[in-house]
T-cell receptor
Framework: DAKTTQPPSMDCAEGRAANLPCNHS???????VYWYRQIHSQGPQYIIH???NNETNEMASLIITEDRKSSTLILPHATLRDTAVYYC?????????????FGGGTRLMVKP | GAVVSQHPSWVICKSGTSVKIECRSL??????MFWYRQFPKQSLMLMAT?????????EQGVEKDKFLINHASLTLSTLTVTSAHPEDSSFYIC???????????????FGPGTRLTVT
């Protein structure tokens, strides 16, 4: 699976949009981009995933660049409860044996 | 949404004893489950892949005789830490893959984790 690079930490003001970048310059054509988050002392929570089109759900938006070498997770109106470590993961699709491999992630601190 | 439970949520045990952690998929079947370990301020590290009805596959450096995994049914996998030592103290997290989700995206859901402290 392709390796990802994320900033170790970011701050965001409550109510503002949080934009979390992820670099995956070696991504292959059949690899999806996944985002998970982990609130302190809890298991990871799925947020969103995409292949090449931008995606949006009730939690967040995922913007993937045209060359697919990077992506941005957008939390449109961050709240204090969004404080967590956010993990960007790329994984080959179509392979049931493929597990999720976590990197260092970005520690997002939402401040009042 | 799909729910994965773990029991216990936390456990304290004495050095040399064994501890069993259960992982259950509550509303879906999971032929494949995964066990991760997380030390403070570190990321999740995959320990092993558990498959129902067959032996688990362990990641390099994980002692299979120390971390016994049993996946006896489509909704239950257990991790037993045998002869636990203080260095085994960690946050253990399981995840389960929904058999009915995919391809190409195989949905994987995580449990809330179990904090093990070995004294």
């Amino acid at each position: 699976d392709a390796k990802t690079t994320q900033p170790p930490s970011m701050d965001c003001a409550e109510g503002r949009a949080a934009n979390l970048p992820c670099n995956h310059s070696t991504i292959s054509g059949n690899e999806y981009v996944y985002w998970y988050r982990q609130i302190h002392s809890q298991g990871p929570q799925y947020i969103i995933h995409g292949l090449k089109n931008n995606e949006t759900n009730e939690m967040a938006s995922l913007i993937i660049t045209e060359d697919r070498k990077s992506s941005t997770l957008i939390l449109p109106h961050a709240t204090l409860r969004d404080t967590a470590v956010y993990y960007c993961i790329v994984r080959v699709a179509g392979n049931a044996g493929n597990m999720l491999t976590f990197g260092g992630g970005t520690r997002l601190m939402v401040k009042p | 949404g799909a729910v994965v439970s773990q029991h216990p949520s936390w456990v304290i045990c004495k050095s040399g004893t064994s501890v069993k952690i259960e992982c259950r998929s509550l509303d879906f079947q999971a032929t494949t489950m995964f066990w991760y370990r997380q030390f403070p301020k570190q990321s999740l590290m995959l320990m092993a892949t558990s498959n129902e009805g067959s032996k688990a596959t362990y990641e390099q450096g994980v002692e299979k005789d120390k971390f016994l995994i049993n996946h006896a049914s489509l909704t239950l996998s257990t991790l037993t830490v045998t002869s636990a030592h203080p260095e085994d103290s960690s946050f253990y997290i399981c995840s389960a893959r929904d058999d009915l989700a995919g391809p190409p995206v195989y949905e994987q859901y995580f449990g809330p984790g179990t904090r093990l402290t070995v004294t």
